[in-house]
């Protein structure tokens, strides 16, 4: 978002989401005087959900940074100052008028109300990125002028611009002409149009999804040293904006929901066959590592959809059962825990499940998750065997109803037909709700993920 101003563009931090009231200026990718594409990211913003880039709305040089790093201020706040390109700066730093522009055609609108012309889903943005199109291009048929996701397939379909085909740049100017200065945040935040995409820094070194021991260096906190040199008996460590957040919604969770615990055993034995079966396969046509989360997943889905009670929340007076299955996954940095989420899971095969978690995890390591990539989960599953853990008390996910943990293959005997035998088991772990769940539902749920897990065989099909 952004402000003009008779010295410049003031850029502002947006509403990212509803519940966000504040965010704190993690890094500034630019210096007064970096000339600043359109849509070129200048800082990176670090809110209570995820860390993000706040993209410039207008193109010309930053002559001004208002907020310095560290600093939290309120949404809609100006943080820095751009001038135009095109605007002349005298001595007294006033912007002489630029040349007058030829004024773009307006956007055919579908009915008298325009309110939500210039409003576009997630979906819609990423479509359009796709295809390269210009959503002023298009005549809305949503609410309010608003473009659907069939408007923009239905302009596909007859004949839209080529791939190679770029949406119009706006010239000069704040960005807060068609459909306002919301809409082209929304944009630039979400999703950036083709023609100047959001440079984002690339790791130098390859950042692991899975295991303990991650490639990256782990960040260095700031600590305060109490005591004299000789004398350093503690420190202190800054509490960041995530760890402040996961703090807090630790303690509601546990403050408001009364947690229950249960735990079965899981023999997978003929999971590992098919995974270690597959597995190469996978990595050749994927290019990503087929992990065990992948078939868990699948197998909680697969139960949810029998127990639909597992897949709600609480609402004091009465209890919402979520419709889509949306999975919470846990993945763990060197400094938290981030859940980013696996939106309408229960619609994806296990290839597709495995190229989520690939894909959400190394966002969630390098930093580049998106606020919708956190937000909308209805039950959460951790993979804490991947640590070695055999055996944990996970606490719910503030206000889904259940936490499960998959936990680590292990081989021990145990006793089949009366016989030793060495197999293969893991332990799966249920944190519940008990206002909205009973041991016998849980019970019958977790028997019926056991089952699944165990029904896997060499002939399951991936896709």
Known sequence: MSQTKMQGTEIVIPQLAESL??????????????????????????????NAELPSTVEGTLIELLVPEGETVPVGTPVAVIAEKGAAFGETGTAAPAPAQAAEPAAPAPSADGSMRGRYSPAVQQLAAKHNIDLRELTGTGLGGRITRKDVLRYIEQGGPAASAQPARQAGGASAAAGGAAAAVARAVRTPVADAPIVTDVPKVPVRSTGLHLSEQPPIPKIEVEGKDDDRNEYFIDVTPIRNTIATRMRQSVAEIPHAWTMIEVDVT????????????????????LTYLAFVLKAVVNAIKDYPIINSVWAVDKIIVKRDINISLSVGTEDSVITPVIKKADQKNIAGLAREIDELSRK???????????????????????????????????????????????????????????????????????????????????????????????????Y
């Open 21 to 50: 009231v504040s965010a704190t200026i993690g890094k500034w990718l630019k210096q007064p005087g970096d000339y600043v594409e359109q849509y070129e990211p200048i800082c990176e913003l670090i809110t209570e959900k995820v």
């Open 270 to 289: 003929n999971l590992v066959l098919l995974r270690n079966k597959v597995k190469d396969e996978f990595m050749k046509k994927e290019g990503i590592n």
């Open 364 to 462: 969630a390591r390098s930093g580049k998750l998106r606020l919708e990539d956190v937000q909308g989960g209805t039950i959460t599953v951790n993979n804490t065997g991947s640590f070695g853990s055999i055996l944990s008390y996970p606490i719910i996910n503030y206000p889904q109803a259940v936490n499960l943990t998959f936990e680590q293959i292990v081989k021990r005997p145990v006793v089949i037909n009366d016989m030793i035998a060495v197999r293969s088991m893991a332990n799966m772990c249920l944190s519940l709700d008990h206002r909205i769940l009973d041991g016998v539902i849980c019970g019958r749920f977790l028997q019926r993920v056991k089952e699944n897990l165990e029904s896997y065989s060499p002939d399951t099909k991936l």
